[in-house]
């Protein structure tokens, strides 16, 4: 598995970051691309977040949940600039957004929590090895102990 990691900074770039980092897996993997794959991951909060502002939340459930949902509309919302960009070889994008929340507490001290989201897509038209490849991973993402 051959992984280009790029951060999106304009929705105006995210075409040219995918195509660029699909160049970059084509490169890595050679001529002999027989079960050969690559994963672009792409962070996606300068899009999403472009002020860097900090949400104030009671409720970190309703957070996490909020991030999750912006992450994964953003992936289906770009899904044509992805599966056009996006070369044979690469088994899916793992899209990533941060972000920070105030929690204000009645009882004790506010705090400011942060909070991480992931989505992959995976194209379709990819055969069954590269879909049982990003089926392993995707289980996975989210512990950190790997």
Avoid: W
Avoid at 102 to 112: A, C, I, V
Wanted: net charge positive; charged share 25%.
């Amino acid at each position: 598995m051959y992984v280009e990691c790029k951060r999106i900074k304009s929705i105006k770039k995210l075409a040219s970051r995918i195509k660029k980092a699909s160049s970059q897996i084509d490169t890595r993997i050679g001529a002999n691309r027989k079960n050969k794959y690559g994963l672009i991951a792409l962070d996606v909060t300068d899009v999403l977040l472009p002020e860097g502002t900090v949400a104030a939340t009671s409720n970190v459930h309703l957070y996490d949940m909020e991030i999750q949902r912006a992450i994964t509309d953003f992936a289906k919302e770009q899904e044509h600039v992805s599966t056009k960009n996006a070369g044979r070889n690469v088994a899916g994008i793992l899209f990533e957004y941060n972000s920070s929340a105030f929690f204000p507490h009645e009882e004790k001290e506010p705090s400011l929590g942060f909070g991480r989201s992931a989505c992959m897509y995976r194209h379709a038209s990819q055969n069954k090895k590269s879909l049982a490849l990003v089926s392993g991973f995707t289980g996975k993402i989210a512990n950190q102990n790997l």
